[in-house]
């Protein structure tokens, strides 16, 4: 940690630094350019996985934050980059280093206004094209007038520009088309059962090879972030079961161990061994519906009823426990909801004893036919570098051989004590995408069983940490939080001011860099596989567009 | 469930004062009859989830719930095969013309269910400043079915009080008229450019 604050500080005299639970450097926006070349290309930061980009409205100032990770050594590293310009805020893109900068700058640009300079397609990424104002800024006007419901298409789809900063400082404007006039692009979405809920694509082809897809995301974006600042933190709970929600309790248990640091509450073991038990639920039955939708995409209708048929008994437990099937609501701050019902440990047992069973008559049905493999093996390849360039994380991520398991990379909760491999494959393309989400199935079962031994040996009923407050106000900071969603990484951001709500809670979705790798995994395919590799990148839109 | 409870709906009750103040054709009658009964058991839905309503959609299709018992078995991915749209999920500014462009293109006699807190009134997201509070804004709504998601026993209920209404609903001269182009665009002024 020493030497990457030697190393910067020798390069960058005027850069400020901190040390919280990760270094945190603070820069000017006219030092970032060659900071992010130097993270990126200097062999001793080698930085190479951009998490995430946090934009921020401080009120004097504006920006972003950047969350790094060097995947070889696992050394995390926040940079702070500010802009005093709130008129015109403009900061250097990297999306030339980091590729997943590419869709993260164009959100930051959708809620703040912040233009990136270098950026090949800079435009709105989530509210339609006529929208009025920056939702996130502070002063933005929620009048309703300025942004009625409008009923007509948005205008001017295809334009898109990139900035270019002149040798004199000044910003120049390059207007740019998405689509050239002579292309043919073949629209699919927003409304089509392939596309896993409402997100569009537009393709443009040669013949049947696709040239480019350009992802158009929005059509579910509901303003979370923007309606957690004006909630309190057990309010805010309440969005993570609905972003993600075949992640709804990996997601909820990030919000709450970020919530739990910041206030330094600790969980008891109970509770731990059971929001475990719990994610491990969410991601088996995840990864059923994953496998059902993709076969069933593919028209292997039968073995989406198959898939099905097990979720259902993982409902069932879930409404045993939490009292609902999909919105669960069941960690909150310090613990869980309620300890969880007499025939939990039966249930679960029962559910890892059948899973073998029944992964074989999934393999039969889909996995070894010979159609399946000729649709998905050597479609859609990401290699290892597109994978970390694009933190394409999670099961698509593994496909790659790319070592990105947070459960093991930064394990939290009790994960560092249980036995459990991580699975990862190396040919990157749809069947290897699918092949690890198969194979993590087992790993689920094996961690549940150990789970119900653990849970057993820990009786009493402490599922909650004795001293909660009963109004959470976080100290005055920041923090960041990762877990192991079934998707991939779900980090969570907050910024707090010391009051009831927060000042900036950001959600660091794993889908949306996964949407963001769309293009690369489809141009050069036909377009009939468009649909096999989307649905074996397995993105949910509610937490793409949040 | 009780049975008295499941026929207790005031607006189906004054749907059939409404016919019965009318009166009705004998042979007529007798053909409505016949055809509504027809009608409400393959009501075909349009595919239309944004977001967790959907999933519990999909449970409805799936073995256990079993939606073809009632006949709404036949989901359709285009508008104009089905016979309702169940709004499942949040609606928000950027997919409302999607949404209106949808029903628009649905064929008479057609319904329409919001399924949903979200589709309801904006349900957990009510306020933000790009969700719609509610699809009955944009689009008339047939049947309400709350909850977050509704459980797949709930979303039966919401169908089959829509079974309920079709089969009191009076076919010909009524829900089966033709809309005159003329009246389409004296109601639809904005829409006038295209129709023509």
């Known amino acids: ?55 921020c409205d401080w009120k004097e100032s504006m920006g972003c934050v950047y969350y790094f990770t060097n995947t070889s050594t696992q050394d995390h590293l926040m940079v702070k980059v500010t802009t005093a310009d709130r008129e015109h805020p403009v900061l250097h893109s990297v999306s030339d280093l980091w590729k ?42 929620a009048n309703p007038e300025l942004n009625p419901v409008r009923l007509n298409q948005e205008p001017n789809e295809d334009a898109t520009a990139e900035y270019v900063e002149e040798a004199d400082g000044s910003i120049k404007k390059i207007d740019k088309k998405v689509f050239e006039d002579e ?22 082809i040669d013949g049947e090879t696709i040239l480019k897809v350009d992802p158009m995301c929005g059509y579910i974006h509901r303003g979370i972030e923007k309606l957690c600042e004006s909630k309190t933190y057990p309010q805010t709970l309440m969005f993570t079961d609905r972003m993600d929600y075949m992640s709804a309790h990996q997601n909820r248990h990030c919000l709450c161990l970020c919530i739990e640091k910041a206030l330094g509450i600790e969980v008891p073991r109970r509770a731990q061994i059971i929001r475990v038990m719990m994610d491990e639920l969410m991601r088996l039955s995840s990864h059923l519906l994953s496998y059902g939708c ?158 119900c031994d653990l849970l057993e040996k820990e009786p009493g009923n402490d599922y909650i940490a004795p001293k909660v407050p009963k109004i959470i106000k976080l100290p005055a900071g920041s923090w960041f939080q990762q877990v192991e969603a079934s998707r991939g990484a779900f980090g969570v951001y907050i910024e707090s001011t010391g009051e009831k709500s927060p000042y900036r809670m950001h959600f660091n979705s794993p889908c949306l860099n996964i949407v963001g790798s769309v293009d690369k995994a489809c141009a050069g395919y036909k377009i009939a596989d468009l649909i096999t590799i989307t649905a074996s990148l397995d993105y949910v839109i509610p937490d793409i567009d949040r | 469930m009780k049975r008295e409870d499941f026929k207790d709906n005031e607006y189906i009750d004054n749907l059939v004062a409404e016919l019965n103040a009318s009166g009705a054709n004998v042979v007529v009658g007798q053909f409505d009859k016949l055809i509504n009964w027809g009608r409400a058991n393959s009501l075909w839905p349009l595919c239309f989830g944004t977001s967790c309503c959907a999933i519990e959609f999909m449970h409805l299709g799936a073995a256990r719930h079993d939606m073809a ?79 977050c998601p509704p459980r797949p026993e709930a979303m039966f209920y919401g169908l089959m009080q829509l079974q309920r209404k079709i089969k009191v609903e009076r076919f010909f001269g009524g829900v089966n008229r033709q809309e005159k182009l003329a009246d389409f665009i004296s109601s639809h002024p904005e829409k006038a450019e295209a129709m023509e």
């Open chain 1, 1 to 55: 940690m020493a030497n990457i604050q030697e190393t910067i500080s020798k390069l960058f005299p005027e850069a400020a630094f901190e040390q919280g639970e990760e270094l945190r450097v603070t820069v000017d926006a006219k030092q970032w350019r060659a900071l992010a070349e130097q993270l990126k290309g200097n062999a001793d930061l080698g930085f190479d996985y951009l998490v995430g980009i946090v934009g």
């Open chain 1, 100 to 141: 997943v900068a590419l869709i993260q700058e164009r959100e930051v640009f959708d809620f703040y206004g912040i233009i990136f300079t270098g950026h090949p397609d800079m435009r709105r990424l989530f509210l339609r094209t006529d929208w009025v104002g920056y939702p996130l800024r502070k002063d933005y006007d």
């Open chain 1, 183 to 204: 292309e043919y692009v073949v629209n699919f979405g927003p409304q089509h059962p392939s596309t896993h809920g409402v997100m569009r694509l537009r393709a443009s």
């Open chain 1, 294 to 451: 993709m076969t069933m995409d593919m028209g292997a209708t039968t073995a989406f009823f198959y898939g099905f048929r097990e979720r259902e008994e993982i409902l069932d437990i879930f409404e045993k426990t939490c009292g609902a099937r999909m919105s669960l609501h069941y960690n909150v701050i310090g613990g869980v909801v309620a300890d969880v019902h007499p025939d939990f440990i039966k249930d679960v047992r029962a559910i890892c004893s059948i899973m073998p069973d029944r992964l074989k008559e999934y393999h039969k049905l889909f996995t070894g036919n010979v159609i399946a493999q000729n649709r998905t093996k050597g479609v859609g390849v990401l290699s290892k570098e597109d994978a970390i360039s694009y933190s394409v994380t999670g099961p698509s991520g593994r496909a790659t051989g790319w070592h990105c398991d947070v459960r093991k990379t930064a394990p939290y909760s009790i994960y560092k004590e249980l036995d459990f491999e991580e699975i990862t494959e190396t040919a990157g393309d749809s069947f290897a995408r699918y092949m690890v989400r198969m194979r993590e199935i087992e790993q689920c079962v094996k961690l549940l069983e150990q789970l």
């Open chain 2, 69 to 147: 018992r009632f006949g709404f078995e036949v989901a359709r991915n285009s508008a104009r095969q089905a016979d309702y749209i169940m709004v499942q999920g949040t609606i928000v500014h950027r997919m409302a013309p999607a949404l209106v462009r949808l029903w628009e293109q649905l064929a008479e006699p057609k319904y329409a269910i919001a399924c949903g807190g979200c589709a309801v009134s904006g349900g957990p997201f009510k306020g933000s400043y790009c969700v719609v509070d509610g699809v009955d804004q944009l689009i008339p709504i047939d049947v309400y079915i709350p909850g």
